[in-house]
């Protein structure tokens, strides 16, 4: 019986909201949905409210959606710098190809994907005083396609012989990650909606991997201590800045940004932000820093630090909370969470090979992977492009900032350095506690609580259609049964500046 009363008034709630619009008796600008941060989070919920409430017949359309960024760009984490006029990723740089909402956006907007660059297959692991291990130099782009199967499969042979066997269990443990995962995409009639992220995780069977750690996953799956202290190492460093000791989620995650045909947005992955916001056709107010939000009988008050108000009647969150000053009344009540800051350097110039303890430069491979120690005072340095022998660009992970006198050690010339520092993802610890998706029991939401179960472009894309999903339904009242999506081309027509 309270269940029919719950629906009912929400029913009320929601009809009166559309027979009146937004809230604005208080001479404050409003809106249906407010949404802090325009990131893939921000833009992804936007366009899943936008599509599921108006393709809709069964629940009426939520037109009427704000974002408000604070910076003068679109993309969050996702962003690009540009260096001798090419342009690099400098956050969320790969895309996995089963990564499905990521593939259907850019088919979507018409973005183009672009493969990753096979110049990274010359692969080392450096422990601070030598390449501990190393695959071949990468052959002469002039060769025969024939010679480059060789030269792959050498490269594969030789990671055979070091970790053998391992591999392959390596592989089954993404892989049964990844199977589970694909669970995120099933039609909404035999999906239900969550109001949790454990709900989430335990309905995919993938909440068992966030109580443990990586390094226990993998020795409990038969991984030699070999390949968990040197290649998957490696990969966690690269991918999330941190050691094995990450949860088995968040682990497997990153071990899967190895995998085969990773893939990115031609032009910068920011571009699927900026193409859902105008394909959605929702208000985005840049420069606009959320400072507050109150609840008030009925709507959220926020107002930004520029002075102006917002009535909102749902409000959704659509960035980590961890390092913010946005102040909430009532209060709200969340787990504490470390942001792991990974500093991204990059540099148009020239490594120095004594510093690797080689004569030449042409012997430093073009990916330098590193294991845990405290020697080493990066975790990777790739090679974005080579223009000449002896002018390249590169780009270096650090869990430090890497002050001039070290990139004097590590290059023995510099023409351009760009830092960047990243609040990057979360610090992951086994066991994960879990921020909750609702978090005033009405009509706050927050995206990022599944950043602890791991943080990827998809990931935020996955919690984003959840909570659009469970803002439809919570205001109808209704389940969500088959919704139909409409499909479109276009052009992105689009603001956005470098860092
Ligand atoms: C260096 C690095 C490498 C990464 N590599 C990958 C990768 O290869 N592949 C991958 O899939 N993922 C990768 N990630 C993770 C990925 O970038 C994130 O998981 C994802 O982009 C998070 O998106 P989001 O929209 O949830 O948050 P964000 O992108 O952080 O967006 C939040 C937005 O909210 C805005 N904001 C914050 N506070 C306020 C406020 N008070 N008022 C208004 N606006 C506000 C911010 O400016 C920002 O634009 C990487 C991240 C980093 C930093």
């Not at 009320?12 to 909201?17: E, G, P, Q, S, T």
């Not at 009988?297 to 909102?312: L, R």
């Not at 330098?368 to 992970?397: N, Q, W």
């Not at 259609?465 to 409409?486: D, T």
């Amino acid at each position: 019986m309270a269940f029919f009363d719950a629906r009912l008034l929400y029913l009320i709630f929601f009809l009166l909201l559309l027979l009146f619009g937004s809230v604005e008796s208080t001479g404050n600008k409003a809106a249906q949905v407010c949404v802090v941060g325009a990131g893939i989070g921000g833009s992804s919920v936007s366009y899943f409210l936008k599509q599921l409430s108006c393709s809709n017949a069964n629940v009426p359309c939520l037109n009427d959606i704000l974002i408000l960024e604070r910076r003068s760009r679109i993309g969050g984490r996702m962003a690009t710098v540009t260096i001798a006029g090419d342009t690099f990723e400098a956050g969320a740089s790969i895309i996995h190809p089963k990564n499905l909402h990521a593939v259907r956006f850019a088919s979507l907007l018409g973005l183009r994907p672009r493969s990753k660059s096979s110049d990274g297959s010359w692969f080392s692991v450096w422990d601070g005083s030598r390449f501990i291990f190393e695959t071949l130099p990468p052959p002469p782009s002039s060769c025969l396609a024939i010679y480059r199967k060789i030269h792959s499969l050498v490269n594969a042979l030789l990671i055979f012989r070091r970790y053998g066997f391992s591999l392959l269990r390596m592989n089954r443990f993404v892989n049964r990650m990844l199977h589970r995962f694909m669970l995120f995409y099933k039609e909404y009639e035999s999906r239900p909606v969550f109001e949790t992220v454990e709900e989430m995780l335990k309905w995919t069977r993938l909440y068992e991997l966030t109580r443990r750690t990586l390094k226990e996953e993998l020795l409990d799956a038969g991984l030699s201590p070999q390949l968990i202290s040197e290649l998957v190492t490696v990969i966690t460093r690269i991918n999330y800045g941190q050691n094995v000791d990450i949860s088995g989620l968040a682990g497997a995650v990153s071990l899967a940004g190895s995998d085969d045909g990773l893939w990115s947005v031609e032009g910068g992955n920011w571009l699927l932000a900026a193409g859902l916001i105008n394909y959605s056709n929702v208000t985005l107010h840049l420069q606009e820093e959320v400072a507050s939000i109150a609840y008030d009988e009925g709507y959220y008050v926020i107002s930004s630090t520029n002075g102006i108000h917002y009535n909102c009647n749902v409000t959704v969150i659509a960035t980590p909370l961890d390092e913010q000053s946005i102040s909430f009344t009532p209060p709200i009540s969340i787990p504490s969470r470390k942001m792991q800051h990974t500093f991204t350097t990059f540099i148009r110039g020239l490594l120095n090979p004594k510093y690797f303890g080689l004569n030449r430069v042409s012997e430093i491979p073009n990916l330098i992977g590193t294991v845990e120690t405290p020697e080493v005072p990066f975790s990777s340095i790739s090679v974005l492009k080579k223009y000449t022998e002896d002018d390249m660009t590169f780009k270096i992970f650090s869990r430090e900032p890497i002050d001039d006198s070290l990139l004097d050690q590590i290059f023995s010339s510099r023409k351009e350095t760009i830092r960047i520092d990243w609040p990057a993802y979360p610090h992951y610890e086994a066991p994960e506690v879990f921020a909750p998706i609702i978090l005033d029991g009405k009509h706050l939401y927050y995206i990022n609580s599944f950043e602890n179960a791991a943080s990827t472009i998809e990931t935020s894309a996955v919690a984003a259609e959840n909570v659009a999903r469970l803002i439809i339904s919570r205001l109808s009242g209704m389940p969500l049964n088959m919704i139909k999506q409409k499909t479109k081309t276009t052009n992105p027509d689009i603001q956005h500046l470098d860092l």
